[in-house]
């Protein structure tokens, strides 16, 4: 898959980087664990320390927009996000 970062915003308050990003070259829409390893790859974070918030795809489209969140720590993301939102983005294996 290829990565491209639309848009970055830091927000040191809660110790993370929000990206909006560009995903392309899949056959079919990715689920949130697939996201989750190509934005490991790409962007050479953690997976502990990431968080996929969301998958658009436009109908038609061999694109899909994710908005994601990076995390400066792994205690930073259990502090803020959710147990369930972490078991949905945690790579199957």
């Known amino acids: 898959m290829q990565v491209e970062v639309i848009a970055s915003v830091e927000n040191p ?3 993370r980087r929000e990206v ?8 079919a ?3 949130n664990s697939e996201v989750a390893v190509a934005l490991c790859e790409s962007l ?6 990431l968080v996929v918030n969301g998958i658009e795809q436009r109908m038609g489209r061999k694109s ?3 908005k994601a969140k990076i995390y400066a720590s792994p205690a930073a993301n259990k ?3 959710r147990e369930k939102k972490a078991k949905k ?5």
Do not use: D, I, Y
Request: glycine share 6%; hydrophobic share 40%; net charge positive.
């Open 44 to 49: 050479g974070v953690s997976a502990e320390n």
């Open 13 to 15: 308050l809660l110790q």
């Open 29 to 31: 829409t990715p689920s």
């Open 64 to 66: 899909v927009t994710v």
């Open 89 to 93: 983005t945690a790579a199957k294996k």
């Open 79 to 81: 502090a803020v996000e």
């Open 20 to 27: 909006t990003l560009k995903v392309s070259g899949f056959s």
